[in-house]
């Protein structure tokens, strides 16, 4: 930007946790809850809406960013993911998540037009 302004820099904060350009984070959810399997007991669901405009896409998914003595630790891990096809175009775009009275994760979909309900796994986690 021009005319740079080093007084703005300098009182600039460094995110405590960075998720990249361009993934529209648009909803997230706080979990706490016993119902979910280590690492998803404590942490948060980020809903990722994406960029149309950028290539390759970035975003359209929910992930999950792990939390240690309160403080975001490690890498995302991918939660719901699927909603862009081979050419790029979507087939869903996430937009709101929330944890239901059962712990269920609950993610808005603006393009599918539907709310994806996502459970722990009964039998441990599958990778």
Partial sequence: MQPQQP???IKARVPDYALGPHTAPL????????AWPAPFDNGVFI???GSWNRKP?????VIFVPFK???????PIDVLTGFL???GDAFGR???????THAALLVADEVGN?????????QGLRR
């Fill in 47 to 49: 809903g990722q809406h």
């Fill in 94 to 100: 996430p937009v709101g998540v929330v944890l239901d």
């Fill in 85 to 87: 096809n081979a050419d």
């Fill in 114 to 122: 539907i709310v994806w309900r996502v459970t722990a796994p009964t």
């Fill in 69 to 75: 003595a309160g403080q975001p630790f490690g890498d």
């Fill in 27 to 34: 909803g997230l959810a706080f979990s706490r809850s016993s």
């Fill in 57 to 61: 896409h970035s975003g359209y998914r």
């Fill in 7 to 9: 007084e703005l820099v």
